[in-house]
Every structure is written in C-alpha cells, then in structure tokens.
C-alpha cells in the first residue's frame, strides 16, 4: 500500500528566512506529484505538481519553487519567507485515474 | 477559470439524521468528482469519487453526480458526531488535465 509523509508537521520561521519542506512516497512508482496551500479562510491552491523527475509546474507565481530530485520524493522551497507564506501546505500523490491522497501536511508560520 | 462552489455552513444536523452536502461545478467538461473530509487541524482524506451521472454508494456515505445541472452532492446517512469536519468538493476537468479543483468546503456539525 501506498503511504506518503511530509516534515516537519510545524514551522515557525522568520520573514526572510529560507524554507525546505520535504514530502515523499512509498509503495508506487513514477506518481504524479503535488504541493497545495491551504490559508486561513481560503480552499485549497495548488502550487505546483509534477509528472516525473525534474519535471515541476507551476501554477501560481510567488517566491516558492519546488524540485523532484527523485522518483518518490518533491520539495518545497523558498529563498525568502513572506508573512503570506504562513499556512498549512499539503503534499498529494495521484494514482491511475488521479484520485488524489494528502499527506498529513506541514503548519508553517511566518512572524 | 474552473470554479467549484459549496455552501461554507455551518450545517447543522442532529445525530442519526440524513445530512446533504452540495456542490456546483463551471467546467462542463469535467469528468470526474472527488468528495473529502477534512478534520480540524488534519489533511483531507478522500471519502469517494464519482464518474458517472447517478448514485454510488459506499456504506452511509451516497454521492450524486448531475453533469446536465453541474451538479454533485454527498449524502450522509445515519450521521454521527464523528461525521462533524469540512467536507471538500473537488473536480477533475477532462483530457490529460490532472489537476483538481477544490471547493472551499462545507462545515456539518452533527450534534448529538
């Protein structure tokens, strides 16, 4: 069975700091990945996704990027935090048919 | 740009009664239906999907699928306090488009 696990769970970072959030998959090969953020009041966005190694794209211009550096694994980066990067992001994996399963996400919060 | 639309609640249902959540879709081409429930604090997880117009039922849980009215809803059948959590509507548009669109979702709160 498939199982997908995201870090940290919480993140209290600086505005202006760096930001690497890591999500990766077990248990199926060459998914279709994808990064979502989920504000306060707001549904949610998608970031980014991704079809294969290397291969991102983007959905919303803004100071976040993402990478593939592996079959099973997607990151979520940052050079420099905006306070309106504060939110609960969520990494899903999309099986055949592209029903898609959420990890259990990271909280971040930028002061 | 693909919109999908849910009622935000609060709705509120008392124990053991039928709760109907609902949603409308812009994108006439979209093929397929995606219901979630997400707790407070947690991550969506995926009740059912749906691809064809009509009913399909998983346990007290029946989503109904109307692609002439754009429409698709969930039915919750015997609801219990457990059942109490946002509920997202997402949509799949057609071709080799992966991409979901979400809802911003309906808080049920079953009381007791």
């Known amino acids: 069975s498939q199982t997908i696990h995201q870090w940290p769970a919480t993140l209290v970072q600086p505005v202006g700091s760096p930001l690497s959030l890591e999500c990766t998959v077990e248990?199926?090969?060459?998914?279709?990945l994808y990064w979502y953020r989920q504000a306060a009041g707001r549904g949610l966005q998608l970031l980014f996704y991704?079809?294969?190694?290397?291969?991102i794209s983007s959905e919303v211009p803004q100071n976040l990027s993402a990478s593939r550096p592996q079959d099973r694994q997607f990151i979520l980066s940052s050079k420099k935090l905006l306070l309106s990067d504060s939110g609960f992001y969520l990494c899903?994996?999309?099986?055949?048919?592209?029903?898609?399963?959420f990890g259990p996400g990271t909280r971040l919060l930028v002061l | 740009q693909k919109e999908v639309e849910q009622n935000s609640g609060p709705l509120s249902v008392p124990e053991g009664a039928i709760a109907s959540l609902n949603c409308t879709y812009s994108?006439?081409?979209?093929?397929?239906f995606f219901w979630y429930r997400q707790y407070s604090g947690k991550s969506p997880e995926l009740i059912m999907f749906?691809?064809?117009?009509g009913d399909k039922e998983d346990g007290r849980f029946t989503a109904q699928l109307n692609k002439a009215s754009q429409y698709v809803s969930l039915l919750i059948r015997d609801s219990q306090p457990s059942d109490s959590a946002t509920y997202l509507c997402?949509?799949?548009?057609?071709?080799?488009?992966?991409?979901?669109?979400f809802g911003k979702g309906t808080l049920l709160t079953v009381n007791p």
């Open positions: 248990g199926t090969s060459n998914p279709n």
């Open positions: 997402a949509v799949r548009g057609g071709g080799s488009n992966y991409k979901l669109t």
């Open positions: 749906i691809y064809s117009n």
């Open positions: 994108d006439r081409g979209s093929q397929s």
């Open positions: 899903a994996y999309g099986t055949l048919g592209e029903t898609q399963y």
């Open positions: 991704s079809v294969g190694i290397g291969q």
